[in-house]
């Protein structure tokens, strides 16, 4: 079973920083995307950001220049640093996995539980 822990979220103010971390248990395949998904109440999730398990990382349009993701494969962890928050950035963020590449599509297996970020103007 894989299992997926979220924590660093919390409340800032709009132009400040904040760093997300998840830890992966339980997975022992070699090929996956992890992926950082956000969602507001009412709303459509949205991937904002997807490592491949190579490394290379992409993020969306909505947040490209100011959030970045990483991994850290020794720690089994993989971050989301969130920079020039705006409040428009105020969601859920869930970390997310599934063990296909990124590149194939699909949708993610493994949710963690969510971190809660509020960006205030």
């Known amino acids: 079973q894989v299992y997926l822990a979220e924590s660093g979220g919390g409340s800032v103010q709009a132009g400040g920083s904040l760093r997300l971390s998840c830890l992966v248990s339980g997975y022992t395949g070699s090929s996956f995307c992890m992926g950082w998904v956000r969602q507001v109440d009412g709303k459509e999730r949205e991937v904002v950001a997807q490592i491949e398990s190579d490394g290379r990382s992409r993020v969306a349009d909505s947040v490209k220049g100011r959030f970045s993701a990483s991994q850290d494969n020794a720690k089994k962890s993989l971050f989301l640093q969130m920079d020039s928050l705006k409040p428009e950035d105020t969601a859920m963020y869930y970390c997310?996995?599934?063990?296909?590449?990124?590149?194939?599509?699909?949708?993610?297996?493994?949710w963690g539980q969510g971190a809660q970020v509020t960006v205030s103007a």
């Open positions: 997310a996995a599934r063990a296909v590449p990124c590149g194939y599509g699909g949708t993610f297996n493994y």
